[in-house]
C-alpha cells in the first residue's frame, strides 16, 4: 500500500520517450590529504595506552613425552598423567577464549565501538547472509556481462574522462548500461549513492568536497553523454539515502548560482528533468540526535558536515525556505520524494517536512510513502523479491510521461525474476540493522 501527494498542476510536461532509458551509474573517489583532527572530531584518548596482546596460559608440564623405540617395533608411549590432563587443558583454552572475548568487548567499548555496534555488526553479517544468495546471483550476472562486452566503449569513455578532468578527478569509473535501440536519443538517469557519508567519502572529505564531486558528475553527463546515445537535455537524477541528501544540496547550489550574477557554471540545471530522492534525509539540524541514537555519533556528523555552525546551510528544508535564495526555487526541477514508512535510519517525516517547505515556496514536488517499507526494502529487499518493483514503477512512470508508446511498452514487460526466497526476505526485513 502506498500513498501519493502530487502536484500534477505544476509539475512540468514530461517528453515523448519509446524504448528502455539509459542509466548511468557515478563512482567518484577524491584524493585529498588527511588533515588533524580539529575540535569539531571525535574525542580521541589523551593519555595513550600500550595495549599488550593477551597471551594464553601455557600449562606447565613437568615431563616431556618421550618416544621409546623396542626390539620389537616402534611404540609411542603416552604417559597416564598427560591423558589425564587433556580434559584440564580443554577446560583451561575455553575459559581463555572466555577472557579474551570479554577483554576484546571492553576495549572495544573503551576505544568508543560499544555494544550497540557489536550488536549491529553481527545484525549485519546475518542480514549480508541472508541476502547473499540474490547478491551471487547479481555479481555473476554482471562479470558475465562484462565477459560479453569488449569493453571498448566503457574504456574510451574512462580515458575521456581522465584526460578532460585530469586536474579535478583522481579517480573517475563510469558504469553505462544501454539498450539495444540507439536509434535516437535516449532519457538517462544519473544514480547518487548512499553510505552515510562515509562509504567513499569522510574522512577523505566533508560535504563541502562531497557536493562539489556530485556536481562535478553530473557536469560530465551533461556534457559527454550525448556520445552514448543519451539526450543531454532528459537527465533524471536519482539520491538514495545520504546520496538524496548530497543531491538535494547540489541541486539547490547550482540554482543558487545560476539564479546570481557573474556565477560560472559548466552544466544547467534545465538539464534535469526531475530528481528522485528516495530515503533522504533533507534536515540534518533535526536529525543530529536521532543519528547519534542510531551511530552515528553527534561528533562524527558535525565532523562530516563541517561544524554545528553549518548544519543550516547543508539542510535543504531550512535553505528552500530561506527568502534570500527565493529566485532560485524557480530554477530547481520536479522533485518526488519517496519513503518507507517503517524507515528507522531516516524516519518518513523526514521527506514529508521537505515536501511541505517545498509546496510553500511554490517549488513542484510529490511525495510517496510505501506503508511498511524499511530502508533498505526499497532498494535491496524488494528488487531481490522480483515481481513488481513499485519504486522502480513509480519512477518510470514520471519519465515515461506523456509517452503512450513506452508507457503501453512498460506494461507489456516481463517480470524479474526471484532471486532470494521469501521467508530470507522476511527474516532479513526483521533483523536488518539500518
Known sequence: MQSKLLVPSSAPSMPTVAGKDVALDIYQKK???????????????EDESIFKPFIGRMTEKSKKNRRRTCSSGSLTHVSPSRQQSFPRDVGHAAAETYLLTRLSFKLLAYLGLGY????????????AML??????QVICSWILLLLLKSGSQKYSLWRSAKEQHACEFVFLRLD???????????????FITGGAWIIGNFPQGTISDMVKDVSSGISFVCNNIAEFGGDPNRIYLIGQSAGAHIAACTLLDQAFKESGEGESVTWSISQIKAYFGISGGYNI????????????YRSILLSIMEGEQYLHRFSPEIMVLDRRIKDAISCLPFIVLFHGTADYSIPSDASKTFANALQKVGAKVGLILYEGKTH????????????RDEL???????????????????????????????????LAHNVSPF
Request: hydrophobic residues 45%.
Open 376 to 387: 533498505t526494502d526499497l532498494c535491496l529487499q524488494d528488487p531481490l523479491r522480483g515481481g
Open 392 to 426: 522502480v514503477e513509480d519512477i518510470v512512470a514520471v519519465i515515461h510521461a506523456g509517452d503512450t508508446v513506452a508507457l503501453a511498452k512498460d506494461a507489456e514487460a516481463t517480470h524479474r525474476r526471484r532471486l532470494v526466497p521469501e521467508y530470507m526476505l522476511k
Open 116 to 127: 550497540w555496534w557489536i550488536i549491529k555488526f553481527l545484525a549485519l553479517n546475518l542480514y
Open 285 to 296: 539540524l533535526n536529525l543530529v540526535d536521532h543519528f547519534h541514537s542510531r551511530g552515528l
Open 31 to 45: 584524493d585529498l590529504a588527511l588533515e588533524a583532527c580539529s575540535s569539531s572530531s571525535p574525542s580521541s584518548i
Open 131 to 136: 541476502l547473499l544468495p540474490g547478491f551471487l
Open 176 to 190: 553505462l548500461y544501454l539498450p539495444a535501440n540507439l536509434d535516437e536519443p535516449k532519457p538517462v538517469v544519473a
